[in-house]
C-alpha cells in the first residue's frame, strides 16, 4: 500500500506517468521538464503563465529549476522496486487470480511467475526474457524460430536458419545481447550528448531571462530617473515662469509710475496754458491800446527748447528691459539644459571638423570643413599615406573616451555612409571603404532607398519605413557603444554596435552623389528670440 502511495506521489500530473527529470516552479509544483516546458510553450502567445495544478500566474516564462532531490527519489523508486509492479504483465497460466509474471517464454509465447517458472523447461530453444506481451515480434516471421541473432550488414534481428541458410548466410553477425549493448553504447553516448545540449539550452534560457530582467530592472531605473527629471524641469520652468513673469511686472510698474508722474505734470501744464490762453484771448479783445501794451511778453510760452524737452520727456519715460528679460530667461533655460546633461552624461554635439589631408581627390572639402562633396574632377591633391583612395573622409578629430554624438544632413546625397573608424584603417582597395572592414561602423543608403548598417563586410538591414535625411551618431566609449538614429519625426535608434574599443574613433563620411553637412546637434537660443 505504501509503495502504491509513493509511485501515485511521483506521477506527473500532465503526462500522468513517473516523473522524467523533474523540475519545479516558483509555486513548488513538480512536473516532467519536456511536460511543462511544451505547456508554456503552449502558453507564450497569451503572455500569462499559469502553474498546471494551483493556476498560479506569471507574467515572465518561468525558470525551470532541476529537482535533484525527487530526481534520486525517482531513481531510487524505479531501482528497488519489482519488475513485475513496472510490467503490469500477468503470469499465463495463473487463471483464478492475476499474479504477475517473472519471465515471458518466447517458445512457449507465455508469460511464468515465480511458481511456473520452477517448473518450465531449462532446454536452450526455451528462450526467457524480461515480461513482455509482445511474443510474436520476436520470432522470424519465415522461419518462426526465436530472434536470436543481429545481422550488422542488413540491420536486421534474425534467426539461427536464417543465419545458416536463409537470406543471411554469410553475413556479419552478433548476438542479440552483443548488438544490443552496442546500440545501447551509442545510445548512451547520444543521451550525453543531448543531456549536454539541453542542459546548455537551459543555461542559456535562464541567462536571456536574466538578461530580460536585467533590462526592465534598467528600464524602470530610467523611467524613474525621467519621470523625475521632468517633474524637476516643470518645477524649475515654474519657477522660471514666475520670476519672468514677476521681472515684466516690476518693470511695468516702474514704467507706468513713471509715465503716471509725466502724465500729470503735463496735466498741470496744460492746465496752465489754457488758463494763459484765455488770458491772452481777453488781452486779444480790449479795445484799450494802453492795457494791451502794458501786459508783459507771453513768446517765452511758445520756446522751441522747451518744447523739445518736453516731447523728450514723453517719449523717454521709459520702456520694457527686454535684454534683462531674455537673460533672466536664456540663464534659466540654460541652467535646466545644463541640470538635463549631468543627469543623463550627455555632452552637447561635438564639432566635428573634416580632414582634407584624408579626403580622397574627388572628395571636395568646405572651407569651414563641415561639408563634403562629391566632385567630377579632381582636386589634384598630393599624395600621401593619410589620403583615402575612394571617395572618403574622416575628421581631424579622434575620441577615446568619454560620451560624444555628431550629426549629419545627408537629404543632399542618394549614395552616402555615415559612420566612424580607426586612424589605422587602410587608405587604399575595396577593404578601405568604412563598413567593409573590422575597423570601421557605418549607416548607408543604397540606390534602391534600402537603409543598412554595416561592420566587417556583415550588413543588417533597416525597415523600410524609417526615413534618413538626418542623421545622429552616438559614441559611448566606455561602453564600447556605437549607434545611429534617424532624426525625422519621430527620432528613432536605427542600429546599436557593442564591441571592445581597442583606438581612438574618427568620424568618417563617404559621398557618391551630392554632398553631405556635418551640423550643429542644437539650435543655438538666438535662433528662439
Known sequence: MASADLRQALN?????????????????????????????????????YTCPDCRAECQERPALQRNIT????????????????????FCTYCVDSPVPAAKSCLLCEASLCDNHLRVHSKSAEHVLCDPTTALGNRKCSVHQKVLQYYCTEDAACICESCMLDGEHQG?????LDEATEK????????????????????????????????????????????????????????????????????????????????????????????RKMRHIEELCKMSDPVTVLQEPDTGDLCDTKDRKRQYSQVHGAGDLDVGLISGILHTGMSDIIRGINVCFYMQGPTDIVLDVTTAGNYIQISGDGKTASRSHKTMNRP??????????????????????????????????????????????????????????????????NQYSVRHDSTSIQIPDNIPCDRVRVYLDYGAGQLSFYSLCDPITLLHTYTAALTEPLHAALYVDYGCITVSAGVRDWDELS
Open 70 to 89: 525527487l530526481c534520486n527519489i525517482v531513481g531510487s523508486f524505479l531501482s528497488t522496486r519489482p519488475d513485475q509492479e513496472e510490467t503490469g504483465i
Open 383 to 448: 599624395e600621401s599615406s593619410w589620403r583615402f583612395q575612394n571617395d572618403q573622409v574622416i575628421s581631424t578629430r579622434g575620441f577615446s573616451s568619454g560620451r560624444h554624438y555628431w550629426e549629419v544632413d545627408v537629404s543632399k546625397s542618394e549614395y552616402w555612409r555615415v559612420g566612424m573608424c580607426y586612424p589605422s584603417i587602410e587608405r587604399k582597395g575595396d577593404k578601405s571603404e568604412i563598413g567593409k572592414n573590422n575597423k570601421s561602423w557605418c549607416l548607408y543608403k543604397m540606390f534602391d
Open 171 to 175: 553475413h556479419q553477425v552478433e548476438s
Open 12 to 48: 506527473c500530473s500532465i503526462c500522468l506517468s513517473i516523473y522524467t527529470d523533474p523540475v519545479t516552479l516558483r509555486c513548488g509544483h513538480n512536473f516532467c521538464w519536456v511536460c511543462i516546458d511544451r505547456v508554456l510553450d503552449t502558453q507564450e502567445e497569451a503572455g500569462v
Open 183 to 274: 546500440k545501447k553504447e551509442k545510445l548512451r553516448n547520444v543521451l550525453q550528448k543531448l543531456t549536454t545540449m539541453r542542459e546548455d539550452n537551459e543555461n542559456r534560457v535562464q541567462s536571456l531571462q536574466v538578461r530580460r530582467r536585467e533590462h526592465q530592472e534598467k528600464a524602470a531605473g530610467v523611467t524613474e530617473r525621467v519621470t523625475a527629471l521632468f517633474r524637476d524641469i516643470r518645477r524649475q520652468l515654474d519657477d522660471l515662469e514666475k520670476r519672468v513673469l514677476s521681472e515684466i511686472s516690476r518693470q511695468e510698474q516702474r514704467v507706468s509710475l513713471s509715465v503716471s508722474d509725466l502724465i500729470q505734470q503735463l496735466e498741470i501744464k496744460k492746465d496752465e496754458l489754457s
